[in-house]
Nanobody, 118 residues
Framework: QVQLVESGGGLVQPGGSLRLSCVAS????????MGWYRQAPGKQREFVAY???????NYTDSVKGRFTIFRDNAKSTVYLRMNSLKPEDTAVYHC????????????WGQGTQVTVSS
């Protein structure tokens, strides 16, 4: 059974930083493209970033230059380093395979709440 466990969120002031972690089990982690997604209150879940098995990265435009995704295959963990946080980054952050498919992807974990506020 696939399990995704996110952590590292919290309350941070605008301009602050956080590092999110997601530990995956039940999949061959090193072979999969992993992504981070987020869902703000009242909005649809959206793509944030992905990293391929070979280390290629892609980001949604609103986080480019501020967020960095990286992975540690030995720990089956994908990270999201978030700098220069803005109030509009406030959301519940989830990891999952990329691209996400309702038919083929694992179920969503509990996510980790990021709140950017002064």
């Amino acid at each position: 059974q696939v399990q995704l466990v996110e952590s590292g969120g919290g309350l941070v002031q605008p301009g602050g930083s956080l590092r999110l972690s997601c530990v995956a089990s039940g999949i061959i982690f090193s072979s999969n493209t992993m992504g981070w997604y987020r869902q703000a209150p009242g909005k649809q879940r959206e793509f944030v970033a992905y990293i391929t098995s070979g280390g290629r990265r892609n980001y949604t435009d609103s986080v480019k230059g501020r967020f960095t995704i990286f992975r540690d295959n030995a720990k089956s963990t994908v990270y999201l380093r978030m700098n220069s946080l803005k109030p509009e980054d406030t959301a519940v952050y989830h990891c999952n395979l990329w691209p996400y498919s309702d038919n083929y992807s694992p179920g969503w974990g509990q996510g980790t709440q990021v709140t950017v506020s002064s």
